[in-house]
């Protein structure tokens, strides 16, 4: 059964650091492209990161450029979302999803596969 799965959200203050772990099961996640989205309470779910299965490329939402990495072992098949200098306007449910054309980007329509979600919440 193909499973992803995130973990490492949690509380922090502004300024704060999080790693966040997407960790496949079923499926071997080098084929895909795999996407960070958030939902913001009382906002839409919105794509925040992703790398492509093919050359790894990435891309960013530019709310987050320069301060959240994403990066993909893939002898975990796990993929990270590494968020540093985080805001409050950072707080949400994060999730992860597979892209079997292995393409990737912004739009959550393009993704088959999704993880349960990990909160982040940026407080003082």
């Known amino acids: 059964q193909l499973q992803l799965v995130e973990s490492g959200g949690g509380l922090v203050q502004p300024g704060g650091s999080l790693r966040l772990s997407c960790a496949a099961s079923?499926?071997?996640?080098?084929?895909?492209?795999i996407g960070w989205f958030r939902r913001a309470p009382g906002k839409e779910r919105e794509g925040v990161s992703c790398?492509?299965?093919?050359?790894?490329?990435?891309w960013y939402a530019d709310s987050v450029k320069g301060r959240f990495t994403i990066s993909r072992d893939n002898a975990k098949n796990t993929v990270y979302l590494q968020m540093n200098s985080l805001k409050l306007e950072d707080t949400g449910l994060y999730y992860c999803?597979?892209?079997?054309?292995?393409?990737?980007?912004?739009?959550?329509?393009?993704?088959?596969?999704w993880g349960q979600g990990t909160q982040v919440t940026v407080s003082s």
């Open positions: 079923g499926f071997t996640l080098d084929y895909y492209a």
């Open positions: 790398i492509k299965s093919s050359d790894g490329s990435t």
């Open positions: 999803a597979a892209d079997p054309r292995g393409v990737g980007g912004p739009v959550r329509e393009w993704y088959d596969y």
